[in-house]
Each structure stands twice: as C-alpha cells, then as structure tokens.
Nanobody
C-alpha cells in the first residue's frame, strides 16, 4: 500500500513562492500517476497537477504557468513548486497516487496523504 507524507506548507505573502514535498513509500513499483490537489474549507477538492511514470505532466488551468510538478525518483519524493501565489491558493494541499493521471480523477480517487496547509496573505 503506497504511503504519502506531505510537508512544506506554511504562510506566505501573495506573489511569493513555496515548495511542497511529498515523501512516498510502501510500493515496489512507482505508481503510474501521482499528483497534487487541494481543498479549501467549504469547497470541493480541486485537482492541480499530475505526473505520469514516464514524466508527462498535466495541470489545471487555475495553476498552469504558476505551479510546477516534479519528482526525484532517487529520493522517492514528489514536489509542487508554487510561484506567484494568490490568496485564493490558500487551502490544504494533498499529494495522491493512482492508475489514472487526469487531475480531477486523482483528486477524487487517488490514495492521499494527510495534507499540508498553505495560507497566502494579501
């Protein structure tokens, strides 16, 4: 069973940057797809980005050009680089893993970690 542990959240001012990390373990073969999603209080989960085993990436329109998903296979770690953050980016951020790479699918159905809180102040 894949296990995921997010870190790197915190408070940041609008326009700033933050890098989230997700340590992965518990598998013999890296999951086909891994990704990030977020959920703000009172709102639905929003898929943000995903990356396939081969390195292809997908992004939600809301973060395209600002967020970058990447991974370090040697460290079994997934990253989300967040640039030019906005107050509306404030949410709990989760990494997830699953067999499909669509950002919406992985947000709704993927195995996820406990999350890390991101708060963006104006």
């Amino acid at each position: 069973q894949v296990q995921l542990a997010e870190s790197g959240g915190g408070s940041v001012q609008a326009g700033g940057s933050l890098r989230l990390s997700c340590a992965t373990s518990g598998y013999t073969s890296r999951p086909l797809c891994m990704g990030w999603f977020r959920q703000a209080p009172g709102k639905e989960r929003e898929g943000l980005a995903s990356i396939a085993r081969g390195g292809s990436t997908w992004y939600a329109d809301s973060v395209k050009g600002r967020f970058t998903i990447s991974e370090d296979n040697a460290k079994n770690t997934l990253y989300l680089q967040m640039n030019s953050v906005k107050p509306e980016d404030s949410a709990m951020y989760y990494c997830a893993a699953g067999p499909l790479c669509a950002v919406g699918w992985i947000a709704s159905n993927g195995v996820r970690g406990q999350g890390t809180q991101v708060t963006v102040s104006s």
